[in-house]
């Protein structure tokens, strides 16, 4: 199993650090990718290695992608590649896992339509606007998508998260 975030500085810290852990621990490799290598800093001052540019991601060779908030989704969702690979996940029913502002990508790749999701409460009006069913709730699964609104939501948003990926790692072992 492989697991790609897209982020970039001024990131969610624990919107990042709970779920690269949390998977970690699971034994589940992890990349995280930015518009450039090297170290990303998140709101806090907490900081992650991006080990790979957007560039050189291909969504192929991952099984989940994890789009933490902060303020780094604002730059995220401006970037072709990550829209790219994005839609990419969409387009093979791989799982997707967004919290607070990480929807800002999948709103600007225009993924949400008639889909269930939560968000951040100040970004609830863009999601509406982008043909998401909104809820307001601490997670919301629809189909291959989990959503979450804020860092106390991570505990039920990696729960989620994790039951997904299981379920994707079971599919893909009965194909193989």
Known sequence: MKVLMISADQFEDTELL??????????????????RAGVITGKHGYEATANKTLDAVNADDYDLLILPGGKAPVVVRKERKAIEIAKAF????????????????LV??????????????NMVRELKDAGALYEDSEVVVDGNLVTSRQ????????????????KAFSAERKAA
Do not use: W
Request: one cysteine or more; a positive charge; glycine letters at 4%.
């Open 18 to 35: 709970f779920p690269l852990y949390r998977l970690q621990e699971a034994g589940v490799s992890v990349d995280i990718a930015s518009l």
């Open 90 to 105: 969409f387009r093979s029913n791989k799982p997707v896992a967004a919290i607070c502002h990480g929807q800002q990508t």
């Open 108 to 121: 600007s790749a225009d993924l949400l339509k008639g889909r269930r999701a939560t968000c951040y409460s």
């Open 151 to 166: 860092p106390s939501d991570l505990p039920a948003f990696m729960r989620e998260t994790m039951r997904l990926l299981k």
